[in-house]
């Protein structure tokens, strides 16, 4: 088992970033290289959590590298191995890159407390089974920033993202008690100053539409 590349992973490497939560996720097939990664990054005080998979017989690759870690890292777990959803990734940034993305909309879910890659593989087949999620399609990538004591969710709309726009928002409203939802313009404006320029000066231009707004202009569009 500890010379063979597996068919699925032997281990998964969680890195944290300074406020605990996991910033990058990496999956291991091969015991040396997870072995040599593992003693890398502890060497350099690297944060992270490691989780060692069963295989099918109940078995996991030898446990006696983490006698040898110094400091331990911030978690170890020893789990079965299921698929892993491949719906999307989650990608750490700041508010102040929150600040920047004035050409982009999207919602903003607030409170996402947990295992932010279940709230995303959750968000995703809750869109899908209510039909907000259209097509097959899914929100591959999102981005996580904190505010205040709160971690929140940014799911951007994105051209490979076929959303019902009309339910979404009703589905924001009825469920805004539960998941502060809120779009990404009106977040910005209302929380962090506005949008602001790469030279950090604060964008005067009317602010990106929400939806509602889109959906309003396209309808006054078709009736002329």
């Excluded at 290289?33 to 959590?49: A, S």
């Excluded at 996580?144 to 929140?152: C, D, I, R, V």
């Excluded at 969710?153 to 009825?174: A, M, Q, Y």
Aim: hydrophobic share 30%; charged share 25%.
């Amino acid at each position: 088992m500890t010379g063979l590349q597996q068919e699925r992973p032997i281990a998964r490497i969680d890195y944290l970033s300074s406020a605990g939560m996991v910033g990058e996720r990496c999956y291991h097939y091969d015991y040396e290289k997870f072995l040599n990664r593992v003693k890398e990054d502890n060497y350099y005080g690297t944060p992270m959590e490691i989780t060692v998979f069963r295989d099918e017989h109940g078995k996991t690759i030898p446990l006696d590298f983490m006698m040898e870690l110094d400091p331990l890292p911030q978690g170890f777990h020893i789990e079965e191995y299921k698929e892993e959803s491949t719906m999307g990734t989650i990608q750490q940034i700041t508010t102040d890159e929150l600040c920047k993305m004035h050409d982009k909309e999207g919602l903003i879910l607030q409170g996402c407390g947990g295992d932010l890659q279940e709230w995303l593989d959750g968000i995703n087949e809750m869109f899908t089974e209510e039909g907000l999620l259209l097509n097959g399609t899914h929100f591959s990538k999102v981005y996580a920033f904190s505010y205040g004591e709160l971690t929140n969710l940014l799911f951007p709309f994105t051209e490979d993202v076929d959303l019902n726009i009309g339910r979404l928002s009703i589905w924001r409203l009825k469920t805004h008690q539960a998941f502060g939802g809120t779009w990404l313009s009106d977040y910005v404006e209302n929380n962090l100053g506005g949008f602001v320029h790469e030279n950090n000066d604060p964008i005067q231009a009317e602010p990106i539409p929400t939806p509602q707004k889109r959906q309003a202009k396209h309808k006054d569009e078709m009736e002329r």
